[in-house]
Nanobody, 122 residues
């Protein structure tokens, strides 16, 4: 139904910036919420940020104030601007898209991209 492809990951020094992109195709009109999640080595996947079709955003406390999630509906693309990166931000970053759910259980099901590696190291 929906295909997601992440790009923009790479190696960056602490304090640097990186911008991730998630290009969507397929039945994009059916999506209610978009999100970025990450999984660091040896850890569980965790929320980074989400943005709903009504424009409401939600950020993890660990990245709040440093990262910004945004959408470009004309390009069917969601972005994650990452500033002041820290070594603990090192992880594989995944894009997620999901339909509206009455139980608000997002970040589990829905559609997922293949992930893009972000490494923050000096």
């Amino acid at each position: 139904q929906v295909q997601l492809v992440e790009s923009g990951g790479g190696l960056v020094q602490p304090g640097g910036s990186l911008s991730l992109s998630c290009a969507a195709s397929g039945s994009v009109y059916s999506i209610y919420i978009w999100g970025w999640y990450r999984r660091a080595p040896g850890k569980q996947r965790e929320l980074v940020a989400t943005i709903a079709n009504n424009g409401v955003t939600n950020y993890s406390d660990s990245i709040k104030g440093r990262f910004t999630i945004a959408r470009d509906n004309a390009k069917n693309t969601v972005y994650l601007q990452m500033n002041n990166l820290k070594p603990e931000d090192t992880a594989v970053y995944y894009c997620n898209a999901d339909h509206w759910r009455s139980n608000n259980d997002y970040g589990n099901l829905g559609f997922w991209g293949q992930g893009t590696q972000v490494t923050v190291s000096s």
